[in-house]
């Protein structure tokens, strides 16, 4: 099995910055695409960006110049780093990852418990 940890998120100010970081940890033998969605109340979860292991990066429109996605694969790390927030912004974060165990000869796709980011006017 795999889990995925996120930590950041919290309160901020409209315009203000935040910062999410997100660990896979487990028997992992290799982590394939990472990335992160948000869900805000009565919305549908939606993708927010993705990184591959190489390769070009994926924003939705809303975040695209706001917010930056990295990672670091010796780590299996994954990072979102949010500047000019709106409180549109505001909702639950999720870590997601597609990885293979030792144990497993295929990829599985991985949720962290979600953080909460909020984002006042």
């Known amino acids: 099995q795999v889990q995925l940890v996120e930590s950041g998120g919290g309160l901020v100010q409209a315009g203000g910055s935040l910062g999410l970081s997100c660990a896979a940890s487990?028997?992992?033998?290799?982590?394939?695409?990472m990335g992160w969605y948000r869900q805000a109340p009565g919305k549908q979860r939606e993708l927010v960006a993705t990184i591959p292991t190489g390769g070009s990066t994926n924003y939705a429109d809303s975040v695209k110049g706001r917010f930056t996605i990295s990672r670091d694969n010796a780590k299996n790390t994954v990072s979102l780093q949010m500047n000019s927030l709106k409180p549109e912004d505001t909702a639950v974060y999720y870590c997601?990852?597609?990885?293979?165990?030792?144990?497993?000869?295929?990829?599985?796709?991985?949720w962290g418990q979600g953080t909460q980011v909020t984002v006042s006017s």
């Open positions: 997601n990852a597609d990885a293979r165990t030792y144990a497993s000869s295929w990829y599985s796709n991985y």
């Open positions: 487990g028997n992992i033998f290799r982590v394939n695409a």
